[in-house]
């Protein structure tokens, strides 16, 4: 795999400015900023994310950890999902039940 992303140069620094992007998103965004700073914020994305390209290019597996944190962060989001319809689902079980009770 990292003969097929050193060959692939700009697909892979591509890749890791995608992966570091959504983990900014999901991570760290708490609110839209005015569109000055967005944009410094991604530019200052876009370079970090070229450090992590040559680190990558270096022999590192940044895409490989990136992707492992992306994967970890979507099983927290579908776990939360799975709650939020679970309890929806038992607090109108809850509420049907109530009401035959009563």
């Given at each position: 795999?990292?003969?097929?992303?050193?060959?692939?140069?700009?697909?892979?620094?591509?890749?890791?400015?995608?992966?570091?992007?959504?983990?900014?998103?999901?991570?760290?965004?708490?609110?839209?900023?005015?569109?000055?700073?967005?944009?410094?914020v991604?530019?200052?994305?876009?370079?970090?994310?070229?450090?992590?390209?040559?680190?990558?290019?270096?022999?590192?597996?940044?895409?490989?950890?990136?992707?492992?944190?992306?994967i970890?962060?979507?099983?927290?989001?579908?776990?939360?999902?799975?709650?939020?319809?679970?309890?929806?689902?038992?607090?109108?079980?809850?509420?049907?039940?109530?009401?035959?009770?009563?």
């Amino acid at each position: 795999m990292q003969n097929w992303f050193h060959a692939h140069p700009i697909l892979t620094y591509l890749l890791i400015l995608c992966l570091t992007i959504y983990i900014f998103n999901a991570v760290f965004r708490v609110q839209r900023l005015p569109i000055l700073k967005e944009i410094l914020v991604h530019l200052v994305i876009a370079f970090g994310s070229f450090i992590l390209f040559v680190l990558q290019f270096d022999k590192l597996p940044i895409i490989q950890c990136m992707s492992v944190a992306v994967i970890m962060m979507l099983m927290l989001r579908g776990r939360q999902l799975y709650d939020k319809l679970k309890s929806r689902k038992g607090s109108s079980d809850t509420s049907a039940d109530n009401g035959k009770k009563a």
